[in-house]
């Protein structure tokens, strides 16, 4: 079924009662939920991997090889996320989840917004970038004070090893994926948030819950490889919400308030 873009009150009271007859709605997020609280995304014009390519800067290799480049990058990924805060986006899927509305987020972003809006469901494919970790030990540590002002590399306490933040570089597996396997087995409506849609495996989750039979609704302010699916027979969005992700999920809040 070719996707419906809401941009009337038919399809938007259409996407509503579909949205009230879900019985476990789940949400996908990525970059572009975030970027109202004043992150950069990755790949919109202006967005982190036109300052730093992630071939040449974002890969396990490069963190291995060549500690002090890398650390380049994720002192100016911390410095992004230096004192953000969640915006009404991340607030409203909270109420959702407050309201047993929404089962669970399924993030990419490594900002923890999610939980700081109040989410208590959340399952980060890709890490989180509070914490450092150490490959060759394994420790887990909190950050030096001086992480982003520093020019050195910081060590591991135990090892001496170049620590990284402990979010997932390219090349390295993803994390926590049994448990969103299992939090996407029964869902029949996946809210897909501000994400091209380009990244496996996060980027077939869509596909797998079209697959059992669930519905798409896409939030995103431009159409992404998701929105029309086709490809090599990829799944694409019942229904595309073309704006930001905070007013077009207000708009879903608001009409559910609405048709209580
Ligand atoms: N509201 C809704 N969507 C938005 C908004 C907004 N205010 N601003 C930007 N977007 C959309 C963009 O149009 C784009 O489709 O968010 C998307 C962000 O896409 P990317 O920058 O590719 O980010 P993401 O999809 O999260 O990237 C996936 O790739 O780079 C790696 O590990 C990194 O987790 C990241 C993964």
Redesign the pocket.
């Known amino acids: 079924m070719k996707e419906i873009t809401v941009h009337n009150q038919e399809h938007l009271e259409e996407a509503i009662a579909k949205f009230q007859s879900s019985r476990h709605c789940v949400a996908l997020t990525?970059?572009?939920?975030s970027?109202?609280s004043g992150i950069d995304?990755?790949?919109?014009p202006g967005?982190l991997?036109s300052k730093f390519p992630?071939d040449e800067y974002?890969t396990i290799t490069v963190f291995l090889t060549d500690p002090e480049k890398a650390w380049k990058l994720f002192r100016s990924l911390g410095r992004g996320l230096l004192g953000k805060v969640p915006n009404r986006?991340h607030r409203v899927l909270a109420q959702l989840e407050d309201m047993k509305l929404l089962k669970g987020v399924v993030t990419?972003?490594?900002d923890n917004l999610h939980q700081d809006a109040g989410s208590n469901i959340v399952l980060e494919i890709?890490g989180n970038h509070h914490y450092l970790q150490c490959l060759g030990c394994g420790d887990v540590c909190v950050p030096p004070d001086n992480v982003l002002t520093s020019e050195n590399v910081p060590l591991c306490r135990h090892c001496n090893r170049a620590l990284k933040p402990n979010v997932?570089l390219f090349g390295e597996n993803v994390r926590q994926l049994d448990e969103i396997y299992d939090l996407l087995r029964h869902c029949d409506l996946l809210m897909v948030?501000?994400?091209?849609?380009?990244?496996y495996p996060?980027a077939a989750l869509p596909e797998q819950v079209k697959h059992s039979g669930g519905l798409i609704f896409e939030?995103?302010?431009?159409e992404?490889v998701l929105t029309h699916g086709g490809a090599g027979g990829r799944a694409g969005s019942d229904y595309f919400f073309n704006?930001?992700?905070?007013a077009m999920l207000q708009l879903l809040l608001n009409g559910n308030s609405a048709n209580q």
């Open positions: 990525g970059a572009g939920i970027v109202e995304d990755f790949r919109s967005g991997w992630p974002g986006a990419q972003n490594i890709h997932v948030i501000g994400t091209s849609a380009q990244v996060a939030f995103n302010i431009e992404t704006g930001s992700a905070s």
